[in-house]
């Protein structure tokens, strides 16, 4: 099997996102589709699965031109994508989930059965371990992916588009998925994988393509490529992907953040932790071990149950962002989409939005001051192509990360907490972000990041606390742990590092 | 951050701008083009009489959906609009007959505010759907009105009833009618209150996305709670217009107005989503309704088609407008 792309070409808004892009696929073969934020990756990707209509483009399968303008017309020919929002019916069963809109059924009644049947046929060829009566809204994030999975092999896809599946995994559930791209493609289906864990891509995929700015650079074989050589292409220099190094805490730094105590049902437990000005502290851990909930319970996100919050040595009271802000807290949340940005408003409304009471006279916005305040920040973190009036939705998931930044640094907090400071962004802003924090930190303000990239939390703070089951369970100071004794801890499976605290 | 991006600055691109500014404009072109064709095919319609007269017909309708206009932006529903309509003009004529006319119209508009927090603080605390908390409250509002007047029409007394139906009297300017004077502040108001405050920055944001206007630090429940109150304020102001105009109150005045009402807001183009919209669209969304209602006096034609008419022009103006602005999704 063979399909060729030929001329893709989109624009929104009068802003070419892709231009005449042409490359071909192969059955039985993975195929990489590299890019920073922007570069119209995932427009390609949907374009050909019919999810958008391109301005021009077309697509031949063994030579023939076929039509791909909907997503049925792309079903029809085999074509389907996994979309980094995974479009699922949480109400419904797994089953019904991996069937939907294609049951098996007698005059209109389904045949519940024979799809059980399918089903178990499908999860054995996968590997997967899923309860095919389970709501999909109770499962967690990878196991929907498996059911994404299963519905694109039982529509009997033969194209199967990946945008970033492996985002929002733990590297035991990415290992498993990479396990089963490597065998859709050994059945012979072609795999499009958008990703931005350039490893990962070199380790899975046979072919890789790469757009920058709506182009297409190059593609070929992945073998002989490298990290270093695939980031030069992407950005069109080379660009470093060491971290850079934090200064060092002054010796008579105050302490910004402190914490004692603080819990919040199962989810935090007595933790407490102090965060100089100039320090940067991580957390690492397993999804679910409890990092978010902490940062929001700082933060007043959530009410704690216990606990003392200190910034600057004065108590904040608690269960309040607008308090903690006063007390000169700040943090950026872990999904921009849900609890970050406003999408349907325009950039500068959501740069204003947290520091609304700084540029008001009795009730009043004073537009100048905030458009020029809201333009100096933006230029300074390095958004690029956007239009302040523009809504926040039309910018690459790296301009809308920076935007988000934006608004927290508006008015200047004494402690930034970031929940996945670059989650879903690309290389060129992955870098600029980490910059950013560095000389935060250099310049006083205490930071504490979360992270579920053990390396960028490694990379980047002074010290790496280590969380398990709501607690914090062990401490390394920079240079002192690698990754993988980061892991071990955080999965308690080493009895000899830290005091565990298994029955709590 | 700035040292390996010297070269590409913040190019700030005047991007989609202005034509897209454009395009939203579809709804308007729908009005223009019935103003124009009734003032083609009638003498009447561009008539000083007339335009008086459409205003006057605005002004409750109008004031209904700047309320709706303004809760439907804030991300709720307010099903309530009418009922409370209906007790604050009660509440007006009752207190109007015990201490006079002044007091009367300060009791109607207060009715409508408590009326509409309690209707913010059940949404709010209850954490019920506000479609179905102000449903609930609606019934009971005009089961109170009910009560309180015994199910029959409540009058002003004879003495004060001249100066009751003071808003229903034409101005000096141009007899333009006050409550028409009425209806053009409070959505002068509403529109400045949107597009110039803090406040409506944060009514916007509540209603693209609570959790993210929450982590802001924005107090959502108040917020909430105070469009809720606004929105009561002006059902309450429609009532005093309406009672002024009748001379009387009763439990079931204006009832199912508020459908008009929100599908004026929505018509103008505000996203029934929440977050999106404009209190000129509300604007517009009644010019529409009541244009249509004109027209079918001026032209003479049989009022039974009317509503069949009304809903066909309204489907009409709504898929014009996503044509022009285009699918985006």
């Known amino acids: ?504 | 951050m700035t040292a390996t991006t010297a070269d590409v600055k913040a190019d700030v691109k005047a991007a989609p701008g202005r034509s897209a500014r454009l395009r939203d404009l579809g709804i308007v072109l729908g009005v223009v083009l019935i103003v124009v064709v009734l003032s083609l095919s009638t003498s009447t319609f561009l008539t000083a009489g007339n335009l008086v007269n459409l205003l006057d017909q605005a002004a409750v309708v109008g004031l209904l959906a700047t309320a709706a206009t303004l809760v439907i932006i804030s991300g709720s529903f307010d099903l309530s609009i009418t009922a409370v309509l209906a007790l604050s003009a009660i509440v007006a004529v009752a207190v109007t007959n015990a201490a006079g006319v002044g007091a009367g119209m300060t009791a109607g508009v207060l009715t409508g505010a408590v009326l509409g927090t309690v209707n913010g603080i059940v949404v709010v605390r209850i954490k019920v759907h506000s479609f179905i908390a102000t449903l609930a409250l609606s019934i009971i509002y005009r089961g109170v009105a009910v009560i309180l007047t015994a199910g029959a029409i409540v009058y002003p007394a004879d003495d004060r009833a001249t100066a009751f139906q003071a808003l229903s009297w034409p101005t000096v300017l141009g007899g333009v009618t006050a409550a028409s004077l009425l209806f053009l502040a409070v959505v002068a108001v509403c529109w400045v209150l949107l597009s110039r405050t803090t406040f409506g920055r944060r009514v916007y944001a509540i209603g693209g996305n609570e959790e993210a206007a929450r982590l802001s630090g924005i107090r959502t429940g108040q917020i909430k709670v105070a469009v809720f109150a606004i929105s009561g304020v002006c059902a309450a102001l429609g009532g005093l217009v309406l009672a002024a105009r009748g001379g009387s109150a009763q439990a079931s005045l204006a009832t199912g107005m508020e459908m008009t009402a929100i599908a004026a807001a929505v018509v103008g183009g505000t996203s029934v989503m929440g977050g999106e919209g404009a209190i000129w669209r509300g604007l517009i969304g009644v010019l529409l309704i009541t244009l249509i209602g004109n027209g079918f006096n001026l032209l003479g034609w049989d009022t039974i088609y009317q509503q069949v008419v009304q809903g066909a022009l309204i489907l009409g103006a709504v898929s014009l407008d996503r044509l022009l602005r285009g699918r985006r999704s």
Not at chain 1, 423 to 451: C, N, P, Y
Request: hydrophobic share 45%; glycine share 12%.
């Open chain 1, 1 to 504: 099997m063979r399909i060729d792309l030929e001329g893709f070409g989109k624009s929104y808004g009068g802003v070419p996102v892709l231009r005449d892009v042409s490359f071909t696929l192969r059955g039985g073969r993975v195929h990489g589709l590299l890019g920073e934020n922007g570069a119209g990756k995932s427009t390609l990707l949907k374009a050909v699965c019919g999810a958008v209509t391109p301005d021009a483009g077309r697509v031949l399968l063994d030579g023939r031109p076929i039509a791909v303008g909907s997503p049925r017309d792309a079903l029809r020919h085999g074509f389907t994508l996994i979309s980094q929002e995974l479009a699922l019916v949480p109400a419904m069963t797994v089953l019904d989930n991996v069937y939907l809109g294609r049951w098996r059924n007698r005059l209109g009644w389904r045949r519940r059965r024979a799809n059980r049947r399918e089903f178990a046929e499908l999860t054995a060829r996968t590997g997967f371990e899923l309860d095919p009566s389970a709501l999909v809204r109770d499962l967690p994030i990878a196991a929907q992916q498996q059911v994404e999975v299963l519905r694109a092999l039982a529509s009997g896809a033969s194209v199967i588009g990946m945008d970033e599946p492996t985002a929002l995994l733990t590297r035991n559930e990415t290992e498993r998925l990479l396990e089963v791209i490597r065998r859709l493609a050994a059945d012979g289906a072609a795999v499009v994988l958008i990703s931005h864990f350039l490893e990962e891509v070199l380790s899975v995929c046979d072919d890789i393509t790469v757009l920058r700015d709506g182009r297409h650079i190059k593609t070929g074989p992945a073998a002989g490529q490298t990290p270093q050589s695939l980031v030069a292409d992407m950005v069109g220099r080379p660009i470093e992907l060491l971290y850079p190094e934090p200064r060092p805490v002054r010796p008579d730094a105050p302490v910004l953040l402190s914490a004692r105590g603080l819990s919040r049902g199962t989810a935090v437990r007595e933790v407490s932790l102090d965060i100089r000005a100039g320090e940067i502290v991580g957390i690492a851990g397993l999804v679910g071990s409890g990092r978010s909930e902490t940062l929001r319970a700082l933060f007043g996100a959530d009410a704690p149950d216990a606990g003392v919050v200190e910034v600057d040595g004065r108590a904040v009271a608690p269960g309040s962002p607008a308090r903690a802000m006063r007390a000169g807290l700040a943090m950026v949340p872990e999904s921009r989409k849900d609890q970050g940005l406003v999408l349907g408003r325009s950039v500068r409304e959501n740069v204003a939005l947290a520091s609304l009471g700084s540029r008001q006279q009795a009730g009043f916005v004073r537009g100048g001051a905030e458009r020029e305040a809201a333009g100096t920040m933006l230029a300074g973190l390095d958004v690029r192509g956007s239009d302040l009036g523009g809504p926040v939705w039309t910018l690459s998931g790296g301009n809308q990360q920076k935007v988000l930044f934006g608004k927290w640094l508006m008015d200047r907090p004494k402690v930034l907490m970031v929940d996945e400071p670059t989650r879903g962004v690309d290389v060129g802003a992955k870098g600029q972000i980490h910059r950013l924090l560095v000389e935060l930190a250099a310049e006083g303000m205490a930071v504490l990041v979360v992270s579920s990239e053990v390396e960028e939390v490694l990379g980047l703070a002074h010290r790496v606390l280590v969380m398990r089951h709501g607690r914090l369970v062990g401490e390394f100071a920079r240079g002192r742990a690698t990754p993988e004794q980061v892991i071990a801890l955080a999965f308690a499976d080493t009895p000899d590092t830290e005091p565990s605290e298994e029955n709590a």
